[in-house]
């Protein structure tokens, strides 16, 4: 069964026209976008080199050279880095964040202080 996701089917009619759909134009659609759009750039190998320059990974004591390597060889070696921006945080790698938010710790990801600020703790 195929669901149409309630963000992407706004986005598209808003596309495509963008008068007759204006009510789509809400802050929770786009919350949801930009939040799917860090889910790909977190994830899509391409894009590893320019998250590491815009300081968005936390790489967990690997060297930079190493976690590039690992990434662009797509190894199967478990590298559970963190892609961080102000608004979202994207595990990278098998952990994932548990499904009870109030188990996530920024210290699992290598202390990350951006993962705390975003989950209040």
């Not at 976690?67 to 590298?79: F, G, K, P, R």
């Not at 964040?97 to 990801?109: E, K, M, Q, R, V």
């Amino acid at each position: 069964m195929k669901t149409e996701l309630e963000w992407w089917d706004a986005y598209n009619k808003i596309k495509h026209e963008r008068i007759e759909n204006y009510s789509k134009c809400t802050l929770s659609n786009a919350v949801l976008s930009m939040c799917a759009f860090h889910q790909l750039l977190s994830v899509i190998p391409c894009f590893f080199r320019s998250l590491i320059a815009h300081d968005m990974i936390r790489l967990r004591g690997y060297a930079i050279r190493y976690a590039i390597d690992l990434v662009e060889q797509e190894t199967d070696e478990d590298m559970p880095f963190l892609v961080e921006s102000q608004l979202f945080a994207t595990p990278w790698g098998q952990k994932r964040f548990p499904d009870n938010l109030n188990n996530i710790s920024g210290a699992i990801f290598g202390g990350s202080k951006r993962l705390e600020q975003l989950i209040g703790k």
